[in-house]
């Protein structure tokens, strides 16, 4: 692998992982269609690509991290950027996308060009500190090759054949939004019967009740932002492709429909575009509670 990247999606995870990428002494080619984006990671390192299509066709490794499979699809296909790579190209798509699309548009590529899928989870902060966690679907031989790139972004996990990448990435979301889902009710459920917010805090993190939702999530709760990082509609999103997901299983998953249902009633309340933590404040305003709490509470995308 040369050190010569193309990196496409420069938004709140992909910026930063651009410029790690950058850092690190890849030349990195970035494309956003968001001007302010892409001035952000040149500024750090990174050549500003005229388009998606140029930043692949300069690439020996092409990278996307896009919001949605329609968006992978737009940029991809209908954009033309995955027949401007050649052969000994690897695509790498961070996107949180549909197992079946990945492989569907493996079947596209020019002779030559192998793609691996690699979603990622950690958060901004975890983007920008280069402590992400990747799941990487592929070959051997294309994770050999790719994974001590995807390194300088955090841990990369080798999961399998191109497509369980993404299998993975949807398992490790289901739980976080069943967390997710509950953590508001639980604090309901202290504060309705007479325990002090921060007293529940601090027995949850001390608990068998710990989880990345008490510990990273809950100040964005406690601050009143709920996090717009990461919004309702993506959640809405992750959440659809698991529901998908759970048709190959044989048994039905309860708390996996309830999560789906719960977030629903949040999105259907505060809008698509709202912070993914406004599943807690639905049950904060119904119970006519408030779970604000006084700290210094550093939004994460800052740390």
């Not at 548009?105 to 979603?119: H, I, K, N």
């Not at 917010?197 to 710990?210: E, R, Y």
């Not at 406690?222 to 997901?245: N, Q, R, V």
């Amino acid at each position: 692998m040369t050190d010569t990247i193309g990196f496409i999606g420069l938004g709140n995870m992909g910026g930063p992982m651009a410029k790690r990428l950058a850092a690190a002494g890849y030349e990195v080619h970035a494309f956003d269609i968001n001007d302010a984006a892409l001035d952000a990671v040149v500024e750090a390192g990174c050549h500003r690509a005229a388009d998606a299509n140029d930043a692949a066709r300069k690439a020996d490794l092409l990278m996307t991290s896009l919001p949605r499979p329609d968006h992978v699809q737009a940029v991809m296909v209908d954009g033309g950027a995955l027949a401007e790579l050649s052969a000994g190209n690897i695509w790498v798509d961070l996107t949180t996308n549909r197992k079946e699309f990945v492989i569907e548009l493996a079947g596209q590529t020019p002779e030559g060009v192998t793609v691996v899928d690699s979603p990622v989870t950690g958060a901004v902060d975890g983007a920008r500190n280069g402590k992400l966690t990747l799941f990487a679907g592929g070959t051997p031989e294309d994770l050999n090759r790719v994974c001590p790139v995807l390194e300088n972004l955090g841990r990369a996990i080798k999961c399998g054949p191109l497509g369980t990448g993404n299998v993975t990435k949807l398992v490790t979301n289901q739980l976080w939004f069943i967390a997710a889902a509950s953590i508001g009710e639980g604090f309901a459920l202290g504060m309705a019967n007479g325990v002090e917010l921060d007293v529940l805090w601090d027995a949850i993190k001390d608990s068998v009740g710990d989880s990345f939702v008490a510990r990273h999530d809950a100040p964005s709760i406690f601050a009143g932002h709920y996090d717009p990082s990461f919004t309702l509609d993506l959640c809405m999103k992750d959440l659809g492709l698991t529901m998908e997901l759970s048709e190959n299983v044989g048994t039905d998953l309860p708390m996996t429909q309830r999560a789906y249902e719960t977030f629903e009633r949040a999105t259907d309340r505060y809008g698509a575009d709202v912070g993914e933590l406004h599943v807690a404040k639905r049950i904060e305003d119904d119970a006519q509670l408030s779970f604000r709490l006084d700290g210094d509470w550093i939004p994460h995308w800052e740390k």
